[in-house]
Protein backbone atom coordinates (compact mmCIF):
# COMPACT_ATOMS: atom_id res chain seq x y z
CA UNK A 1 0.00 0.00 0.00
CA UNK A 2 1.15 3.50 -0.86
CA UNK A 3 1.86 4.75 2.27
CA UNK A 4 2.13 8.60 3.11
CA UNK A 5 5.77 10.21 3.22
CA UNK A 6 6.87 9.89 6.51
CA UNK A 7 8.91 12.82 8.80
CA UNK A 8 12.95 13.30 7.73
CA UNK A 9 13.39 13.05 10.86
CA UNK A 10 11.65 8.84 11.13
CA UNK A 11 10.60 8.30 15.26
CA UNK A 12 12.24 5.03 17.00
CA UNK A 13 9.76 2.03 16.92
CA UNK A 14 8.54 2.60 20.57
CA UNK A 15 7.72 5.89 19.69
CA UNK A 16 5.84 5.23 16.59
CA UNK A 17 4.05 2.81 19.31
CA UNK A 18 3.50 5.59 21.87
CA UNK A 19 2.09 8.25 19.28
CA UNK A 20 -0.44 5.06 17.64
CA UNK A 21 -2.03 5.02 20.98
CA UNK A 22 -2.49 8.36 21.97
CA UNK A 23 -4.11 9.04 18.14
CA UNK A 24 -6.12 5.70 18.72
CA UNK A 25 -6.62 6.98 22.15
CA UNK A 26 -7.40 9.98 21.83
CA UNK A 27 -10.23 9.25 18.90
CA UNK A 28 -12.30 7.96 20.82
CA UNK A 29 -12.24 10.54 23.21
CA UNK A 30 -13.36 13.51 20.60
CA UNK A 31 -16.27 10.70 19.38
CA UNK A 32 -17.65 10.10 22.86
CA UNK A 33 -17.51 13.76 23.77
CA UNK A 34 -19.07 14.47 20.59
CA UNK A 35 -21.89 12.31 21.12
CA UNK A 36 -23.32 13.73 24.04
CA UNK A 37 -22.79 17.16 22.82
CA UNK A 38 -25.02 16.37 19.76
CA UNK A 39 -27.45 14.07 21.32
CA UNK A 40 -28.34 16.77 23.48
CA UNK A 41 -28.52 19.42 20.33
CA UNK A 42 -30.71 17.07 18.64
CA UNK A 43 -33.19 16.07 21.58
CA UNK A 44 -33.32 20.21 21.67
CA UNK A 45 -33.77 20.79 17.96
CA UNK A 46 -35.26 17.88 15.92
CA UNK A 47 -32.69 18.32 13.33
CA UNK A 48 -32.33 15.49 11.34
CA UNK A 49 -28.69 16.62 9.58
CA UNK A 50 -27.66 16.71 13.02
CA UNK A 51 -29.44 13.56 14.14
CA UNK A 52 -26.70 12.27 10.88
CA UNK A 53 -24.18 13.87 12.63
CA UNK A 54 -25.09 11.71 15.65
CA UNK A 55 -24.90 8.97 14.15
CA UNK A 56 -22.23 8.95 12.21
CA UNK A 57 -20.11 10.25 15.49
CA UNK A 58 -21.60 6.95 17.40
CA UNK A 59 -20.32 4.94 14.47
CA UNK A 60 -16.99 6.98 15.39
CA UNK A 61 -16.71 6.10 18.53
CA UNK A 62 -17.06 2.04 17.38
CA UNK A 63 -14.54 2.17 14.89
CA UNK A 64 -12.63 4.30 16.82
CA UNK A 65 -12.70 1.16 19.34
CA UNK A 66 -12.07 -1.32 16.51
CA UNK A 67 -9.36 0.87 15.73
CA UNK A 68 -7.80 1.00 19.20
CA UNK A 69 -7.81 -3.10 19.73
CA UNK A 70 -6.30 -3.39 16.26
CA UNK A 71 -3.73 -1.59 16.75
CA UNK A 72 -2.60 -3.02 19.77
CA UNK A 73 -2.93 -5.97 18.59
CA UNK A 74 -0.96 -5.13 15.45
CA UNK A 75 1.88 -3.80 17.14
CA UNK A 76 2.81 -7.24 18.95
CA UNK A 77 5.86 -8.88 17.83
CA UNK A 78 5.55 -11.88 15.38
CA UNK A 79 5.51 -15.17 17.42
CA UNK A 80 5.73 -19.10 16.74
CA UNK A 81 2.23 -18.68 14.68
CA UNK A 82 2.52 -15.46 13.41
CA UNK A 83 6.46 -15.15 11.79
CA UNK A 84 5.35 -12.29 9.84
CA UNK A 85 3.73 -10.30 12.39
CA UNK A 86 0.03 -8.86 13.39
CA UNK A 87 0.26 -6.01 11.14
CA UNK A 88 -2.38 -7.04 8.53
CA UNK A 89 -5.09 -6.35 11.73
CA UNK A 90 -4.55 -2.55 11.13
CA UNK A 91 -5.95 -3.25 7.44
CA UNK A 92 -9.00 -5.74 8.91
CA UNK A 93 -9.81 -2.44 11.39
CA UNK A 94 -10.30 -0.52 8.02
CA UNK A 95 -12.54 -3.13 6.32
CA UNK A 96 -14.44 -3.06 9.47
CA UNK A 97 -14.67 0.79 9.69
CA UNK A 98 -15.85 0.66 6.12
CA UNK A 99 -18.93 -1.39 7.44
CA UNK A 100 -19.56 0.56 9.95
CA UNK A 101 -19.74 4.07 7.68
CA UNK A 102 -21.80 2.22 5.17
CA UNK A 103 -24.41 1.46 7.67
CA UNK A 104 -24.68 4.86 8.98
CA UNK A 105 -24.61 6.52 4.96
CA UNK A 106 -28.16 4.09 4.65
CA UNK A 107 -29.50 5.01 7.48
CA UNK A 108 -28.93 8.84 7.04
CA UNK A 109 -30.45 8.44 3.29
CA UNK A 110 -33.35 7.07 5.32
CA UNK A 111 -33.90 9.66 7.67
CA UNK A 112 -33.10 12.38 4.81
CA UNK A 113 -35.74 10.97 2.66
CA UNK A 114 -38.94 11.03 5.57
CA UNK A 115 -37.52 14.70 6.60
CA UNK A 116 -37.85 15.37 2.66
CA UNK A 117 -41.42 14.20 2.42
CA UNK A 118 -42.52 15.39 6.04
CA UNK A 119 -40.38 18.87 6.34
CA UNK A 120 -40.33 20.15 10.23
CA UNK A 121 -39.50 23.21 11.53
CA UNK A 122 -36.03 23.19 14.02
CA UNK A 123 -36.26 24.04 17.51
CA UNK A 124 -33.46 26.08 19.26
CA UNK A 125 -31.41 26.72 16.78
CA UNK A 126 -29.02 28.20 18.51
CA UNK A 127 -27.71 24.77 20.45
CA UNK A 128 -27.61 23.08 16.89
CA UNK A 129 -25.03 25.92 15.69
CA UNK A 130 -22.92 25.97 19.19
CA UNK A 131 -23.01 21.97 18.77
CA UNK A 132 -21.72 21.95 15.75
CA UNK A 133 -19.12 25.06 16.16
CA UNK A 134 -17.75 22.95 18.83
CA UNK A 135 -17.45 19.83 16.93
CA UNK A 136 -15.85 21.35 13.66
CA UNK A 137 -12.96 23.00 16.46
CA UNK A 138 -12.76 19.59 17.92
CA UNK A 139 -12.52 17.49 14.52
CA UNK A 140 -10.11 20.02 13.09
CA UNK A 141 -7.41 19.39 15.82
CA UNK A 142 -8.06 15.32 16.12
CA UNK A 143 -7.31 15.48 11.87
CA UNK A 144 -4.90 17.65 12.19
CA UNK A 145 -2.89 15.42 15.02
CA UNK A 146 -3.79 12.15 13.29
CA UNK A 147 -1.97 13.91 10.26
CA UNK A 148 1.09 13.98 11.91
CA UNK A 149 0.99 10.49 13.56
CA UNK A 150 0.39 9.18 10.17
CA UNK A 151 3.31 11.12 8.37
CA UNK A 152 5.47 9.83 11.67
CA UNK A 153 4.29 6.42 11.08
CA UNK A 154 2.71 5.45 7.85
CA UNK A 155 -0.75 3.52 9.94
CA UNK A 156 -2.64 2.07 7.54
CA UNK A 157 -5.85 2.38 10.88
CA UNK A 158 -4.94 6.05 11.71
CA UNK A 159 -4.87 6.93 8.15
CA UNK A 160 -8.35 5.31 7.96
CA UNK A 161 -9.61 7.28 10.67
CA UNK A 162 -8.24 10.28 9.47
CA UNK A 163 -10.23 9.94 6.65
CA UNK A 164 -13.10 9.24 8.39
CA UNK A 165 -12.91 12.30 10.26
CA UNK A 166 -11.76 14.72 7.38
CA UNK A 167 -15.54 13.83 5.84
CA UNK A 168 -16.81 14.80 9.56
CA UNK A 169 -15.25 18.13 9.31
CA UNK A 170 -17.73 18.72 5.94
CA UNK A 171 -20.19 16.84 7.48
CA UNK A 172 -19.97 18.91 10.21
CA UNK A 173 -19.62 22.39 8.43
CA UNK A 174 -22.40 21.49 5.80
CA UNK A 175 -25.07 20.77 9.24
CA UNK A 176 -23.63 23.76 10.37
CA UNK A 177 -24.73 26.13 7.09
CA UNK A 178 -28.07 24.02 6.61
CA UNK A 179 -29.42 24.87 10.24
CA UNK A 180 -28.01 29.28 10.13
CA UNK A 181 -30.24 28.69 6.87
CA UNK A 182 -33.37 27.30 8.51
CA UNK A 183 -33.02 29.81 11.79
CA UNK A 184 -32.57 33.03 9.16
CA UNK A 185 -34.90 32.51 6.04
CA UNK A 186 -36.85 29.18 7.31
CA UNK A 187 -36.27 27.04 4.55
CA UNK A 188 -36.59 23.66 6.26
CA UNK A 189 -35.82 21.87 2.80
CA UNK A 190 -32.31 22.43 3.45
CA UNK A 191 -31.94 20.16 6.20
CA UNK A 192 -32.32 17.31 4.90
CA UNK A 193 -31.10 17.67 1.81
CA UNK A 194 -27.86 18.78 3.83
CA UNK A 195 -28.36 15.58 5.50
CA UNK A 196 -28.49 13.91 1.91
CA UNK A 197 -24.95 15.28 1.00
CA UNK A 198 -23.38 14.11 3.66
CA UNK A 199 -23.90 10.61 2.80
CA UNK A 200 -22.51 11.55 -0.43
CA UNK A 201 -19.49 12.51 1.56
CA UNK A 202 -19.57 9.26 3.55
CA UNK A 203 -19.31 6.70 1.05
CA UNK A 204 -16.71 8.31 -0.50
CA UNK A 205 -14.64 7.69 2.73
CA UNK A 206 -16.11 4.58 2.47
CA UNK A 207 -14.49 3.85 -0.85
CA UNK A 208 -11.06 5.37 0.38
CA UNK A 209 -10.81 3.69 3.23
CA UNK A 210 -12.01 0.34 1.54
CA UNK A 211 -9.07 0.62 -0.96
CA UNK A 212 -6.51 1.24 1.82
CA UNK A 213 -7.58 -1.50 3.45
CA UNK A 214 -7.21 -3.69 0.31
CA UNK A 215 -3.88 -2.78 -0.97
CA UNK A 216 -2.39 -3.93 2.77
CA UNK A 217 -4.74 -7.34 2.70
CA UNK A 218 -3.70 -8.17 -0.71
CA UNK A 219 0.11 -6.68 -0.43
CA UNK A 220 0.15 -4.01 -2.85
CA UNK A 221 4.06 -2.67 -3.55
CA UNK A 222 5.75 -0.30 -2.33
CA UNK A 223 5.49 3.25 -4.14
CA UNK A 224 8.05 3.34 -7.11
CA UNK A 225 10.19 6.10 -5.30
CA UNK A 226 10.67 3.58 -2.42
CA UNK A 227 11.79 0.68 -4.70
CA UNK A 228 13.94 2.82 -6.64
CA UNK A 229 15.88 3.51 -3.54
CA UNK A 230 15.83 -0.30 -2.34
CA UNK A 231 17.50 -0.57 -5.66
CA UNK A 232 20.02 2.03 -5.39
CA UNK A 233 21.74 0.95 -1.90
CA UNK A 234 21.26 -3.03 -2.86
CA UNK A 235 23.76 -1.76 -5.74
CA UNK A 236 25.83 0.62 -4.21
CA UNK A 237 26.96 -2.36 -1.96
CA UNK A 238 30.70 -3.79 -2.73
CA UNK A 239 30.55 -7.50 -4.55
CA UNK A 240 26.80 -6.09 -6.01
CA UNK A 241 27.07 -7.28 -9.61
CA UNK A 242 23.40 -6.74 -10.36
CA UNK A 243 20.02 -7.34 -8.41
CA UNK A 244 16.37 -8.88 -9.90
CA UNK A 245 12.93 -9.77 -8.41
CA UNK A 246 12.70 -7.14 -6.13
CA UNK A 247 9.42 -7.66 -4.56
CA UNK A 248 8.39 -5.83 -1.58
CA UNK A 249 5.01 -5.05 0.87
CA UNK A 250 3.89 -3.36 4.67
CA UNK A 251 2.02 -4.44 7.07
CA UNK A 252 1.29 -2.48 10.05
CA UNK A 253 4.79 -0.09 10.95
CA UNK A 254 6.70 -3.03 9.35
CA UNK A 255 8.07 -3.36 5.76
CA UNK A 256 8.86 -6.60 4.15
CA UNK A 257 11.52 -6.70 1.16
CA UNK A 258 12.66 -9.35 -0.54
CA UNK A 259 15.35 -9.26 -3.27
CA UNK A 260 17.67 -11.58 -5.29
CA UNK A 261 21.58 -10.01 -5.35
CA UNK A 262 23.57 -11.23 -8.43
CA UNK A 263 27.54 -11.88 -7.52
CA UNK A 264 30.26 -13.27 -8.89
CA UNK A 265 30.40 -16.72 -9.37
CA UNK A 266 33.96 -17.70 -8.54
CA UNK A 267 33.29 -16.11 -4.72
CA UNK A 268 33.58 -18.28 -1.58
CA UNK A 269 30.09 -18.66 0.34
CA UNK A 270 31.47 -16.86 2.91
CA UNK A 271 31.94 -13.79 1.04
CA UNK A 272 28.33 -14.34 -0.62
CA UNK A 273 26.99 -14.58 3.08
CA UNK A 274 29.11 -11.01 4.23
CA UNK A 275 27.61 -9.36 0.43
CA UNK A 276 23.89 -10.03 1.39
CA UNK A 277 24.39 -9.08 5.06
CA UNK A 278 25.53 -5.51 3.56
CA UNK A 279 22.56 -5.41 1.60
CA UNK A 280 20.65 -6.28 4.20
CA UNK A 281 22.26 -3.66 6.33
CA UNK A 282 21.41 -1.20 3.63
CA UNK A 283 18.36 -1.84 2.83
CA UNK A 284 17.68 -1.41 6.81
CA UNK A 285 18.63 1.98 6.65
CA UNK A 286 15.84 2.90 4.34
CA UNK A 287 13.19 2.26 7.19
CA UNK A 288 12.43 1.89 10.92
CA UNK A 289 11.32 -1.63 11.35
CA UNK A 290 11.66 -3.49 8.29
CA UNK A 291 12.65 -7.31 7.18
CA UNK A 292 15.01 -7.98 4.33
CA UNK A 293 15.32 -11.50 2.78
CA UNK A 294 18.22 -11.55 0.43
CA UNK A 295 18.52 -14.59 -2.31
CA UNK A 296 22.13 -14.98 -3.54
CA UNK A 297 22.34 -15.58 -7.04
CA UNK A 298 25.30 -16.28 -9.18
CA UNK A 299 26.01 -13.61 -11.98
CA UNK A 300 24.78 -14.92 -15.35
CA UNK A 301 22.53 -17.52 -13.79
CA UNK A 302 19.26 -15.77 -13.30
CA UNK A 303 15.90 -17.17 -13.41
CA UNK A 304 13.54 -16.60 -15.15
CA UNK A 305 11.29 -13.61 -14.37
CA UNK A 306 7.65 -13.75 -13.89
CA UNK A 307 6.32 -10.77 -16.25
CA UNK A 308 5.55 -8.89 -13.41
CA UNK A 309 9.13 -9.08 -12.16
CA UNK A 310 11.70 -6.27 -12.44
Given at each position: ?12 G?A???L ?8 I ?17 D ?5 A ?12 L ?9 L ?6 H?F ?13 AA ?18 H ?19 M ?13 R ?26 I ?9 I ?9 A ?12 L ?18 R ?22 C ?21 A ?21 P ?12
Open positions: MSAPPTSTAPLSQQRRLHLASLTSLVAVALIFAKLTAWALTSVSLLTLGDSVLDASASINFFAIRHAQPADEERGHGKAEALAGLAQFITGSAVFLLLQAAERLIPRPLNQPGVGIWVMSLSIVTLGLVLFQRFVVRTGSTAIQADSLHYQGDLLMNASVLISLIVDRWGWTIDPIAAVLIGIILKSVAEIARSLDVLMDRELPELERQAVEVALACAGVEGIHDLRTRRAGLVFVEIHVEMQPEISLRKAHHIDAVIRAIKGLHEEVEVLVHQDLGVEEAQLPFEN
